[in-house]
């Protein structure tokens, strides 16, 4: 059976190729997003990709594909270290969450360290730039 996974970059993630590019790197969104699509493929793997600044409008996106897709791949930006909205979400849509991001979010400023939503998830993949999400595809193959 095809593996249906729900993909949701987060707040300013639309900005990744120009900001902070000694931490966040240079490839554009779109270009992460067409590596993403090509992996997926490859994998026979269907996958859906939303990227959204607006914590109300992620839940929403996630509420709508409760029954619909078999993971979710999340990196939910800033909303990783204090949003209990969207840990509530997580918990409470029962698709099988994965937590990424582009950056070692251990070796950055102090208050990036805590992830409000690690706990909801079946796992946490950070710091390994796009790779990241292509490691959480993996994982959703193995399981």
Do not use: W
């Amino acid at each position: 059976m095809q593996k249906r996974i729900l993909i949701i970059h987060g707040p300013n993630l639309n900005l990744v190729g120009i900001r902070e590019k000694e931490i966040y790197g240079e490839i554009s969104l779109q270009k992460i997003n067409k590596i993403i699509r090509d992996y997926a493929k490859k994998n026979n793997v269907l996958v859906k990709i939303f990227q959204e600044n607006c914590e109300g409008k992620i839940v929403d996106i996630i509420s709508s594909h409760i029954g619909k897709v078999n993971f979710l791949i999340i990196n939910p930006g800033a909303l990783t270290h204090y949003s209990y909205v969207l840990r509530d979400c997580i918990k409470g849509c029962g698709i099988p969450t994965i937590e990424v991001h582009l950056s070692n979010i251990k070796k950055r400023e102090p208050f990036r360290k805590k992830s409000v939503i690690k706990d909801v998830c079946i796992a946490q993949i950070y710091g390994l730039g796009i790779n990241s999400y292509l490691r959480a595809i993996d994982l959703c193959l193995r399981k």
